[in-house]
């Protein structure tokens, strides 16, 4: 008999053994002919079905994706099997994905460059980059409640000194015991 053992074949395509056997139960590779003995042996062809398996998952398809488009192509379901369909589907995915993060970095972004270095804090400030920022001040001037106080930190290393919202009852403790990590906030000392 001819053909590739497991790992021959895991390591012509860069996967790991049990990732054929992984595969072959999810019905993306073929259950293999054995030898006499029991081993595995699996066609040439296995080593670009794995490719391609690989290759799709870089591109986003999920498994189940994958599966379904191995298996269109085997039955050939008109010209493209269903391949052009899904990739431009899967395009306008990343697309929107894309948009998304590039929100995300414009916030991040300007989180730095406005200097937030305390999550609740930064909430509470109206001019806080953090998308939810209106939300916190909305909520608080609805339920009619005054600004919260004010603490004062330093920035470092600019002697500047800026008011934030002071933390109350049981995160102001935590705040000043430490966030868990050894690391003492309002404590000059690292």
Avoid at 45 to 54: F, G, N, Q, S
């Amino acid at each position: 008999m001819n053909g590739l053992r497991s790992s021959q074949l895991a390591a012509a395509a860069g996967v790991n053994p049990q990732t054929l056997r992984y595969y072959e139960r999810r019905g993306l590779l073929a259950e293999p002919d054995r030898t006499l003995g029991g081993h595995r042996l699996y066609p040439a062809e296995a080593v670009t079905v794995l490719r391609v398996i690989k290759a799709a998952q870089a591109l986003g398809f999920s498994l189940d994706e994958i599966a379904d488009l191995l298996d269109e192509g085997r039955h050939r379901h008109g010209p493209d099997a269903g391949l052009r369909a899904r990739a431009h589907a899967k395009l306008a995915q990343v697309e929107a994905r894309i948009a998304d993060l590039q929100v995300v970095a414009g916030t991040l972004r300007t989180a730095v460059d406005a200097g937030c270095d305390d999550l609740v804090a930064c909430a509470g400030e109206p001019c806080c980059p953090i998308p939810f920022a209106g939300r916190v001040a909305e909520e608080h001037d609805s339920a009619g409640l005054s600004p919260p106080p004010q603490r004062h930190r330093a920035e470092p290393d600019s002697g500047i000194v800026a008011s934030v919202p002071a933390r109350s009852g049981q995160h102001a403790e935590k705040h000043e015991q430490g966030d868990g990590l050894g690391k003492h906030h309002g404590d000059d000392q690292a």
